[in-house]
């Protein structure tokens, strides 16, 4: 079992930057792919970033490549999400996902954090 903690989230202007962080516990860590995803009011979870168990590939939504950047640090148990240049469209609760695979649908993840809430105002 493994347990996930999203932190970072927060109010910001559009243009500014957030690091969103999760960190896992109860498990192992390095095998696991994870993902971010954001979810906005009356819309489904959508994909964000990816990372491989090893960090070796990542992915991401057409949209956020150039600006986000996923990474993770195995020894802290923790993966990261640099997200510059933020929009208010973007606004959404955003979870972190733990995947024996990697990939960019919600069904595919086995465990989910609560999410931490970044709002972006225009």
């Known amino acids: 079992q493994v347990q996930l903690v999203e932190s970072g989230g927060g109010l910001v202007q559009a243009g500014d930057s957030l690091r969103l962080s999760c960190a896992a516990s109860?498990?192992?860590?390095?095998?696991?792919?994870l993902g971010w995803f954001r979810q906005a009011p009356g819309k489904e979870r959508e994909f964000v970033a990816g990372i491989s168990w090893s960090g070796g590939s990542t992915y991401y939504l057409d949209s956020v490549k150039g600006r986000f950047t996923i990474s993770r640090d195995n020894a802290k148990n923790t993966v990261y999400l640099q997200m510059n240049s933020l929009k208010s469209e973007e606004t959404a609760l955003y979870y972190c996902g733990a995947s024996l695979g990697v990939g960019a649908r919600p069904q595919g993840y086995d465990y989910w954090g609560q999410g931490t809430q970044v709002t972006v105002s225009s």
């Open positions: 109860g498990g192992t860590f390095s095998r696991y792919g």
